[in-house]
């Protein structure tokens, strides 16, 4: 089940923040570093974020989060985290669908690491094409992809 999920609700903030955690780990480990910025983020900065979350729960639980910015038709996935527990389920591409479907958008756009190739291949599953590289001051080498809306 899919539902918009209230942030600003320290409980929802909590559950939002752990299942990032759980994910980010096993991203960081993938990447192959101990610094990984998405793991500093504290549930109050999540709590007092002004993004829209989107979440899919099993069984009354949180196993997946999609976070973005929809401005002027522009549509920014921020962050997209699939708890390990419930990984290789297509939760991440049921997710992902639900978003683009449910929002008017001329393009969006997402960023990766490059060596994350399961979310590569989910985005390119879903259109998205490569448009940049680069490697920002934490040194992590990362990608940025967009799809044009169909519409």
């Known amino acids: 089940m899919i539902n918009q999920l209230d942030n600003l609700n320290e409980e929802v903030a909590n559950q939002i923040f752990t299942v990032f955690q759980n994910s980010y780990k096993i991203e960081a480990q993938l990447i192959g570093t101990l610094d990984f910025p998405p793991l500093s983020r504290s549930a109050k900065d999540i709590e007092n974020s002004k993004t829209l979350f989107y979440g899919f729960s099993e069984n009354e639980c949180l196993a997946a989060v999609i976070e973005i910015v929809i401005e002027n038709q522009h549509l920014e996935i921020n962050s997209f985290t699939v708890d390990p527990n419930y990984f290789r389920k297509g939760i991440a591409d049921k997710l992902i669908t ?30 998205f094409v490569e448009f940049k590289r680069w490697t920002p001051s934490h040194g992590i080498e990362k990608l940025a992809m967009s799809v044009e809306s169909a519409l």
Do not use: M, Q, R, W
């Open 98 to 127: 639900y978003v683009l479907e449910k929002f008017d958008f001329s393009e969006a756009i997402v960023e990766t690491a490059v060596v994350n190739t399961p979310a590569i291949n989910l985005y390119k599953k879903h259109g």
